[in-house]
C-alpha cells in the first residue's frame, strides 16, 4: 500500500506508474523473503491464527508483541530502502 501511494497510477492510464509500483512491490516481497523465508504469516510465525487455538498460542507464546513486530520493524526498514 505504501509503496502504490507513493508511484500509483494518478490517472487511469499511467502504465508506467503501474509497472514501476509493480517493479517495487516485486523487489520488496523478494527481499522479505529472502530475509524471512516467507511472506505467510502463519508461517512467519509459526501458528495459525485463523483458529482460536492457534490464536491462543500465538497470544501464550507472545509471537504478536515479540515476532510480529520485529517482521513490521524489518518491513518499514526495507520500504525505506526502496523508495529512497
Given at each position: 500500500?505504501?509503496?502504490?501511494?507513493?508511484?500509483?497510477?494518478?490517472?487511469?492510464?499511467?502504465?508506467?506508474?503501474?509497472?514501476?509500483?509493480?517493479?517495487?512491490?516485486r523487489g520488496f516481497v523478494s527481499r522479505f523473503r529472502e530475509r524471512h523465508g516467507s511472506i505467510t504469516c502463519r508461517e512467519l510465525i509459526n501458528a495459525d491464527i485463523s483458529t482460536p487455538?492457534?490464536?491462543?498460542?500465538?497470544?501464550?507464546?507472545?509471537?504478536?508483541?515479540?515476532?510480529?513486530?520485529?517482521?513490521?520493524?524489518?518491513?518499514v526498514e526495507t520500504l525505506e530502502e526502496l523508495l529512497e
Open positions: 500500500m505504501v509503496i502504490g501511494l507513493k508511484h500509483g497510477k494518478a490517472r487511469p492510464d499511467d502504465e508506467a506508474a503501474k509497472e514501476k509500483t509493480y517493479q517495487l512491490v487455538e492457534g490464536l491462543q498460542a500465538a497470544r501464550d507464546r507472545q509471537l504478536f508483541a515479540t515476532v510480529c513486530s520485529a517482521l513490521v520493524k524489518d518491513t
